[in-house]
């Protein structure tokens, strides 16, 4: 069965937590509305950006369940399906199947440190496992293991697999992929200190897969936008730049603690980070606040700031 192609600005959300911890399932509804009306093609839920490491596998099913009730058909909904070997994986990918999902993320199972011949095989295998569109998750520097492209074009000829992201600073990787033209979309991570996704989006890369778009959908989305003339190249070149500050920011710190501590001071559901992670504060959190007026998504978004904040010196 043929699987559409994405293209445009596949967010990776995070998970919302009430102060208790505790899952806060409303603030699921709002974050998903938000991306939808904001330009948002896709969303990952559940994947590093979500904390997926440390939800419990229930919580990971029943974000799956839950989630999958605001689907309308306006956005895909993703899920981070990697379990910690291959059954676990298929055991989440045929929930996510089940419960409606229309499509999961996979990258390698982190810290066993697999060889290439042996993930190639756990990809194929996890693929033949279910019937919907899937994505690898090229990610060595949270997993510890590296796909090359060669390994990944013989994965992207298995139908399922129809989304790449590459999160190396490897520019002649993505080229050899994109040179390929396989049927999957070819996305990059959004983090300015790897570098992609100028080369990317001007070698004919199809969009990125970014957390940024939690704070800015809009401005992710022309940047995520593929080129097909001089006009919208210019539209990326500009709103890539003026949006700069903010990419550097949200990557200041590890994923997610810059962009979720940001979003709680400005009024959008996050909650707290899961423990050890914590949420930044003082001259940090400054700078975010910061960079948010000068960009204008203060006005733009609607986003408020607590009294609280107004009050450190």
Not at 96 to 121: F, R
Request: proline share 6%.
């Amino acid at each position: 069965m043929a699987h559409e192609k994405i293209t445009g600005s596949f967010v990776a959300l995070i998970t919302p937590f009430n102060d208790d911890g505790s899952i806060d399932w409303e603030g699921f509804r709002t974050l998903l509305q938000f991306q939808e009306e904001n330009g948002t093609r896709a969303v990952l839920i559940m994947g590093s950006t979500g904390e997926v490491s440390m939800l419990s596998p229930e919580e990971r099913r029943r974000i799956i369940s839950k989630t999958a009730k605001h689907k309308n058909g306006r956005m895909k909904f993703f899920y981070g399906c990697t379990g910690n070997n291959t059954a676990t994986t298929i055991e989440f990918l045929h929930y996510a199947q089940q419960e409606g999902a229309d499509g999961a993320i996979l990258a390698a199972p982190p810290y066993i440190c697999a060889s290439e011949e042996d993930l190639e095989v756990h990809f194929l295998k996890v693929a033949d496992c279910v019937d919907m569109p899937l994505g690898v998750y090229n990610n060595p520097p949270r997993v510890k293991s590296d796909l090359g492209h060669e390994t990944l074009l013989r994965l992207f000829k298995h139908p399922n697999y129809v989304v790449h992201k590459e999160s190396t600073s490897r520019v002649g990787q993505v080229a050899r992929i994109l040179a390929a033209r396989p049927d999957a979309s070819v996305m990059c991570c959004d983090s300015p200190n790897l570098g992609l996704v100028v080369p990317t989006m001007a070698l004919g890369g199809h969009g990125t897969a970014n957390m940024t778009g939690n704070l800015a959908p809009r401005e992710m989305a022309t940047i995520s936008q593929p080129w097909t003339n001089g006009e919208s190249a210019e539209r990326f070149r500009e709103a890539y730049l003026a949006n700069l500050p903010l990419l550097h920011y949200t990557y200041s710190a590890i994923n997610p603690v810059a962009v979720k501590s940001l979003m709680a001071v400005l009024g959008l559901p996050a909650g707290p980070l899961r423990e050890p992670l914590r949420v930044l504060e003082g001259e940090p959190l400054r700078q975010g606040i910061d960079i948010i007026r000068e960009l204008g998504l203060d006005r733009r978004y609607g986003y408020t700031m607590p009294d609280f904040f107004k009050g450190i010196a």
